[in-house]
């Protein structure tokens, strides 16, 4: 399999990577994370968590948004319509929609979405979690699986029209589990006969990322073609943070937004914005801002504007005059938005 070089592969057709504006990286609009739930057990959680979010329990939901089904959800196309809207009149151009098969990736409705907002939408085909994974791709072998992935980029998801443009998001644990690994293995397979870059989210932990790249250049796969996503909440260390970019990865601050510290994911907490810029800023000076891209990752309801969230715009919003104030010109701005994702995006087979 191969696909046609120079073009981002959006769910409406291929375009030229000059035509898709500002972008967002790694998103989620139409997504299904209940296999995430977990059941409170304090007796404000249990009245609430398989209710409807109110402005009375969202202040709740904030701080326990795993345990709340309904937050887990995001499924309404009028809703996630709005909510893309607000993204396109700030200035978006392109989003890339993440979500797995086993996450709930709906294709007809982001071809929807994409019409209805006339923003340029890349749909993701990955292998999220282990806990996610469907049991058809447990039975797979590496190269089933590397063929299940590029076959969505070259040929259209279940048979259908619309394709695939990126590998990923790529789910991976800490540590990796065998499911996990083999499903990786599969995707720098992908990658070579599709040139589409990789989009990982790494473990929970400051050791993953190197791990997952020692693992996928292993296989074969271009490194400068991999995206290694959270780095906001898996490696705070600036030293480390530039020896990982000397692989020739991109680095993804993909939680702007998301600045509780009592909400935490692993043994690294939140950064805010502001600390995001700086680290962004600190690799600039060293010499990367080539790799760097910049998202939100929005996946639950809080995070959307409809239910009291930052939402899709928030970068261009809020993010850029920080910035702004920050020292960045707007050619690294630009390099941010624009040049830097659209460069990840382009197929190179």
Request: proline letters at 5%; charged letters at 25%.
């Amino acid at each position: 399999m191969s696909a046609a070089q120079g073009v981002v592969r959006t769910v409406g057709g291929d375009v030229a990577p000059a035509e898709l504006g500002v972008v967002l990286p790694h998103e989620h609009v139409l997504v299904d994370l209940r296999r995430f739930f977990s059941a409170p057990t304090d007796p404000e959680g249990k009245e609430i968590a398989y209710e409807a979010i109110t402005l009375e329990t969202l202040s709740w939901v904030r701080y326990h948004h795993r345990e709340c089904m309904e937050n887990l959800i995001l499924e309404d196309v009028a809703t996630q319509t709005r909510e893309l809207l607000r993204y396109k009149e700030a200035g978006g151009g392109t989003l890339v929609e993440l979500t797995p098969a086993c996450a709930g990736r709906d294709v007809a409705g982001l071809r929807s979405l994409a019409e209805a907002t006339g923003l340029h939408i890349v749909a993701g085909s990955g292998v999220y979690l282990d806990q996610f994974q469907s049991d058809a791709v447990r039975a797979m072998d590496s190269a089933q699986i590397a063929e299940l992935l590029a076959g969505e980029i070259c040929d259209g998801i279940d048979g259908g029209p619309t394709k695939a443009g990126i590998i990923g998001e790529m789910g991976c644990s800490w540590p990796l589990t065998p499911a996990e690994e083999k499903a990786m293995r599969g995707a720098a397979r992908a990658q070579r006969s599709t040139g589409a870059a990789i989009s990982v989210h790494p473990g929970r932990h400051p050791a993953a990322p190197a791990r997952l790249l020692r693992l996928l250049e292993s296989e074969g796969a271009r490194l400068d073609r991999v995206v290694i996503c959270h780095l906001d909440r898996t490696i705070p260390d600036h030293a480390a943070l530039v020896e990982l970019a000397r692989s020739g990865c991109y680095l993804e601050f993909d939680l702007f937004g998301q600045e509780s510290s009592y909400i935490r994911y692993g043994p690294v907490d939140l950064p805010n914005d502001a600390t995001r810029i700086e680290r962004i800023a600190r690799l600039i000076d060293a010499g990367h801002g080539e790799q760097i891209l910049v998202s939100l990752d929005i996946a639950v309801k809080h995070w959307l504007v409809t239910y009291g969230g930052h939402g899709y715009g928030h970068i261009l919003e809020r993010v850029v005059p920080r910035m702004r104030e920050a020292g960045f010109d707007e050619d690294t701005v630009t390099e941010l938005l624009v040049a830097n994702p659209a460069r990840m995006l382009m197929l190179t087979a």
